[in-house]
């Protein structure tokens, strides 16, 4: 019968001090969250233009367009990880479109589209975009529009009313979008995966291997799976005190 915990059970500190003092979990672990920030910063600055669009141009259609946004949420995850997989490989769409054009020449894709740090950000942003952009379309859609007719009022410009209106009491929204993209991604190990390869090689990646391997290290596993989560919660409080300062600004 095998042992729901192998190996020693006695209690020790020698995978926390491994974690600190080796410096290779560490290194991967900022590498992941340098990935993650790329891509929330970039999600973010995507997603507020849309989001702006759709709460304040004043279009009737918003809302249908809102269902166009959220729409990928009805297809699977995986199956959308898997058709990016296809698009970005050797004979995908997009080094197929090289050949095409004569911008590459036959039988020498690029190769770095797939299976690289690239991949994993670009997959990654895709995947997150529409949520990212709700919390921010939610709060536009909140804002008093009395607030930006005084300032036309006091003749300020729409880039002066945006600057000193819309885009700080929207600053809740966006850390928060931020947040929702910054914490599964910097943890992700499914599409570093299917996507990455070894230089997409993500924290989440190493935590799986750790315990799902022939010769598994559930020790080291759960001290880099307890570090990430402190992690996360530190980063989950400081944002949320920062959400909490702005509505209580705005209010």
Avoid: C
């Avoid at 997603?47 to 959220?70: D, H, Q, V």
């Avoid at 020449?105 to 997150?128: C, D, N």
């Avoid at 009491?169 to 914490?183: D, K, R």
């Amino acid at each position: 019968m095998l042992a729901l915990f192998p190996g020693a059970h006695a209690f020790t500190l020698t995978a926390w001090r491994d974690l600190f003092e080796s410096g290779v979990y560490l290194r991967l672990f900022w590498k992941s969250v340098q990935m993650a920030l790329v891509v929330s910063v970039v999600v973010v600055l995507v997603a507020y233009p849309l989001a702006y669009y759709l709460a304040l141009s004043g279009t009737k259609r918003k809302y249908i367009l809102l269902l166009f946004l959220i729409a990928p949420f009805l297809t699977s995850y995986l199956l959308r990880v898997l058709a990016w997989k296809v698009i970005l490989g050797n004979e995908g769409v997009v080094n197929t479109f090289f050949f095409w054009t004569g911008l590459r020449e036959a039988g020498h894709p690029i190769s770095a589209l797939l299976y690289s740090r690239f991949a994993v950000m670009l997959v990654l942003g895709y995947v997150w975009l529409p949520f990212v952009a709700l919390p921010i379309f939610v709060t536009l859609e909140n804002l008093d529009a009395r607030l930006l007719e005084a300032a036309g009022d006091l003749y300020a410009s729409r880039l002066q009313a945006f600057a000193r209106i819309t885009l700080p009491l929207s600053m809740p929204g966006v850390v928060a979008a931020f947040l929702f993209v910054f914490i599964p991604t910097v943890g992700e190990f499914i599409t570093p995966s299917l996507v990455g390869g070894t230089s997409g090689y993500m924290y989440g990646n190493q935590i799986v291997d750790l315990f799902g391997t022939g010769f598994p290290d559930w020790e080291t596993g759960s001290v880099l799976a307890l570090f990430l989560l402190g992690v996360v919660a530190v980063l989950t409080a400081i944002f949320a005190r920062f959400i909490r300062a702005g509505q209580t600004a705005g209010s």
